[in-house]
């Protein structure tokens, strides 16, 4: 748990999957990437699915909700997909699910959106009964009608579950959710209208670094996910997130990072590393 101005900051460790290595770091060769990460005998690495959870002034926001429970035997072979921990973990921070009051996506791809819905019957219905939806218009726009390298990436059902759900919010650029929590568009590099989570208090700030800064892995420009629709773009955007970070002493959250919740950073030889680890 972390503290900041009016609001407490917890992490839901929800789940975990696994995803294949070369998806994970894009261009940078095994033989690097396996000193952080160590891959199985598939060539899969172990990756969490964190929500972030945000306290105060009368509202529970989530960041983002993970893949849940609507998958096939073979979907979560594939993913390697664990157990749903989000009972026991809402229940660990004093919560049911109708208390959420918020859920702001960092963007639509399977493992960020598919946790906010459950099968009953036939139908997707919401995990959060009472939770307003947010997310970047571009970025719902593109889930509907994703291009062909993203088309695996988007679970329509749960993208027009959303849609149809009635407590979708859509976002056109930076907006202040409430004093101090604002989402901010990064940009195209890893999907259209992807955007960060920013928490503001006096003196401390955290990030969610979205899948622009999955894991404390992903600190290196170059380290981009195999996910990433504009890589060049993608590294324009680390760079500027990267600089504020370490302009200002922000803590960056990483939601799909094994070992590490959340850091400061420092420059190092080659690159940006974690200075000192936080806890969340
Ligand atoms: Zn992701």
Not at 30 to 38: A, F, M, S, T
Not at 103 to 112: E, G, S
Not at 223 to 244: C, N, Q, S, T, Y
Not at 252 to 259: G, K, R, T, V
Request: net charge negative.
């Amino acid at each position: 748990m972390l503290s900041i101005g009016d609001y407490t900051l917890h992490t839901l460790d929800v789940q975990d999957f696994s995803l294949d290595g070369g998806s994970v770091f894009g261009v940078v060769p095994r033989v690097l990437w396996e000193k952080v990460i160590v891959p199985d005998h598939l060539n899969r690495v172990r990756l969490s699915m964190r929500i972030l959870l945000i306290k105060g002034n009368g509202r529970n926001i989530l960041v983002d909700a993970a893949m849940g429970t609507a998958w096939s035997g073979k979907m979560k072979a594939i993913y390697d997909l664990s157990e749903w921990r989000l009972d026991e973990e809402l229940h660990n921070a004093g919560l049911g699910r109708e208390e959420i009051t918020d859920i702001i996506f960092t963007h639509l791809h399977f493992d960020h959106v598919a946790g906010a819905f459950e099968e009953r019957g036939e139908r997707l219905v919401p995990v959060f009964p009472n939770a307003r939806c947010f997310v970047q218009k571009d970025n719902y726009e593109t889930a509907l009608k994703p291009n062909i390298k993203e088309k695996s990436s988007y679970p329509l059902p749960f993208v027009e579950a959303l849609g149809k759900s009635g407590s979708m919010e859509l976002v056109d650029g930076s907006f202040e959710l409430l004093p101090g929590v604002e989402m901010v568009p990064t940009g195209r590099g890893h999907t259209a209208g992807h955007q960060l989570v920013k928490i503001r208090g006096e003196g401390i700030s955290v990030i969610h670094g979205g899948d622009l800064i999955p894991s404390s892995a992903h600190l290196g420009l170059t380290r981009g996910l195999g996910f990433d629709v504009a890589p060049l773009e993608m590294i324009h955007e680390k760079a500027a997130l990267l600089d504020d970070l370490l302009g200002n002493r922000r803590i960056l959250y990483f939601a799909h990072d094994p070992f590490i919740v959340a850091a400061r950073v420092r420059r190092g030889e080659k690159h940006v590393v974690v200075d000192e680890e936080v806890d969340v």
